[in-house]
């Protein structure tokens, strides 16, 4: 049942021979990779002007200039991460830039910081995405969370498919937004400039606001900084592109940031012209939508409906690059090795599965509130920019290759406007952003543990040339055999034990509970294997571990002095379908994860299949 399922929800398992058809085109990359970046636009004016009207409605002509500034570290950033994919084409982004010229530390804090941050891309995304149906539908707004889960099991079902086939359904949501929102800037210049939608803004460009400060300025640009996550996904993805993968990557990212810059334009314009308030009941985009279309027809619609669809798959740019960021950081041992293994259709399962169990975890954490995320989503966009772009600053004065100073100059600035980003949201935003203080640490301690933990795996495993090997040579082998009651698995197990032991004994546990069955079940054994020892454990605790492990570390001890190795063999039935595991007692599992404990046995199983 269970694999039919799955077959039905991913799809046929793929060959590795198959992986070169997965790989991208430039359509279909900027579909899957940039619907987190263009998305952004749905909610980083809105953010900006948040910021501004707790001072005053006036002070909303301010969010043109910051959009300004906010351009000018997009293109520090493009030409930035255009440099990353050319010098680093394996893919890994700011984490593999990172580590080559700032070191392990520095690599990590940059892959730590990315693989929260695409948590929260995912979180941020598909609760965007649910606060624009809820605009739509406002009677679906006290089912908020449980739509945002629903959206991220939906791109994570999508995800385990493989990479192909999720590009191609996510060309008809990035693109339909992207025809929208060109209709939407088209139609309200021609408006505009027909006179037929009226000057609204608040307050004039350079109208004085009384109250207004360099520190709420830096917080509104802080928070509008949001509308440039995701960028870095490209650099992140190289590998999965077709050949030439760097030319078409590079390609691929500057058509977003082109398509980026004119959207943000766009919407902060028409925000300022159409003298748009930000209120908790409908987004700036929407109230932005209502009156360029003329209300609530279809024009309307259409846009909520692509915001909608493109915020939910925005998270599908997390989806596609924590897989990989993961890989790299585990094939450097950091992280599990399970995260470099393939699933059916070639896709890292393992990472495509964490990451929505992480998503879905800030979501309830959160509520679902996407103001609370975004701060410290966007803290752990620009720490890794900040180590990104001044390692690369790092690489040009190493390899001095072409325009070097030029590329270093660039470099320079993206550094610093992404620094003084970081110490804007901490100085501005720290009540949001604090936690990362503490997830940091904390995350490189276990990269730490890991990464020892597989050196001294490594080191104990490795057989180094031109030494012997020595290795015990046993005089005989005692083979234990644990008994629950006298069954055709028993008899199978005792037989089995009997061709690879020179002595067996057979042990089971007893309890107060129901003495007579005990009793048979010993004199059956008896009747049954007269030749085989069978000792009989009481325990008045009903416990089966305890009394286990210390009868098998005798019996080990006495092997031991014989120069005897000690086998414990556990028998257990396999039922025919896997599903009915559920339905039987656990007993062996609990007993052999007891028994991996004892570094002088071999724990063995021996199963015997259900046939009906």
């Known amino acids: 049942m269970w694999r039919y399922l799955k077959r039905v929800l991913i799809g046929k398992p793929l060959k590795t021979l198959d992986e070169g058809r997965t790989r991208l085109t430039k359509f279909k990359a900027l579909a899957m990779l940039s619907s987190d970046a263009l998305s952004s636009v749905a909610y980083g004016t809105e953010q900006i002007t948040t910021v501004l009207v707790t001072l005053s409605s006036a002070a909303i002509w301010y969010s043109l200039p910051i959009a300004g500034i906010v351009l000018i570290l997009l293109l520090a950033i493009t030409l930035s991460y255009r440099q990353i994919i050319h010098a680093y084409p394996s893919g890994g982004g700011a984490y593999v830039v990172a580590t080559k010229n700032w070191g392990s530390n520095g690599g990590l804090v940059a892959g730590g910081s990315l693989l929260v941050d695409y948590m929260l891309t995912v979180a941020v995304s598909t609760t965007a995405g649910t606060e624009a149906i ?90 509008g900084s949001s509308s440039l996550t995701g960028v870095e996904a490209i650099s992140n993805a190289v590998p999965n592109f077709n050949h030439p993968k760097r030319k078409n990557a590079a390609a691929t990212l500057s058509i977003m940031s082109l398509i980026l810059a004119t959207f943000f334009t766009g919407i902060t314009f028409f925000s300022f012209y159409l003298g748009i308030v930000p209120n908790a009941h409908q987004t700036v985009l929407a109230q932005i939508g209502t009156q360029i279309f003329g209300g609530h027809g279809l024009g309307f619609y259409l846009l909520q409906l692509s915001t909608a669809m ?75 920019f900040t180590l990104s772009q001044s390692g690369m600053i790092i690489h040009w004065f190493r390899v001095r290759e072409g325009i070097w100073l030029g590329k270093s100059f660039i470099n320079l600035v993206g550094a610093l406007i992404s620094l003084s980003l970081v110490v804007f949201l901490f100085w501005q935003h720290f009540g949001n952003v604090w936690p990362y203080l503490i997830i940091m640490p904390v995350l490189l301690y276990m990269f730490h543990k890991i990464h020892s933990h597989y050196v001294m795996v490594a080191r104990q495993l490795h057989i180094a040339e031109k030494t012997k090997v020595q290795l015990h040579d046993y005089d005989g082998a005692t083979v234990i055999v644990l008994v629950g009651n006298v069954t055709r698995v028993t008899r199978g197990a005792i037989n089995y034990a009997r061709s690879i032991g020179d002595y067996v004994i057979a042990m089971h546990v007893s309890f107060d509970e129901n003495p007579g069955k005990e009793h048979r079940t010993a004199n059956e054994f008896k009747s049954e294997f007269p030749d085989v020892r069978f000792v009989d454990i009481h325990s008045s605790y009903r416990s089966i571990g305890g009394p286990t492990i210390r009868f098998v570390d005798v019996i080990a001890k006495r092997a031991a002095a014989r120069n005897y190795s000690t086998t414990v063999l556990v028998p257990q039935f396999v039922p025919k379908k896997p599903w009915q595991l559920a339905l039987h007692n656990q007993t062996s599992l609990r007993l052999r994860a007891l028994l991996n404990s004892r570094e002088n046995i071999i724990v063995a199983n021996y199963n015997y299949h259900l046939k009906q």
């Open 134 to 223: 809820t605009s739509a539908i406002p009677a679906l707004y006290r089912f908020s969370i449980p739509i945002s889960i629903v959206i991220v099991l939906l791109i994570m079902m999508m995800n385990l498919r493989g990479m192909s086939e999720s590009a191609n359904f996510l060309t008809v949501p990035v693109y339909f937004f992207v025809i929208v929102i060109t209709a939407m800037i088209i139609w309200g210049a021609f408006r505009i400039a027909t006179g037929q939608v009226t000057y609204r803004a608040t307050a004039g460009v350079g109208t004085p606001v009384a109250g207004m400060s360099a520190a709420l300025f830096i917080r509104a640009f802080s928070a």
């Open 310 to 384: 493109i915020l939910a798959v925005a998270a599908n740019t997390g989806f596609s690059a924590f897989p990989i960021l993961a890989f790299n950081m585990a094939r450097d041992k950091y992280m599990p090795h399970a995260f470099m293994d393939r699933g059916d259709r070639l896709g890292y399962s393992n990472g495509i599965i964490s990451l929505a169990v992480g998503a879905i975890v800030l979501i309830l954490i959160f509520h679902g509130k996407t103001n609370m995320l975004i701060p410290l989503y966007a803290v752990g966009v620009f720490v890794p």
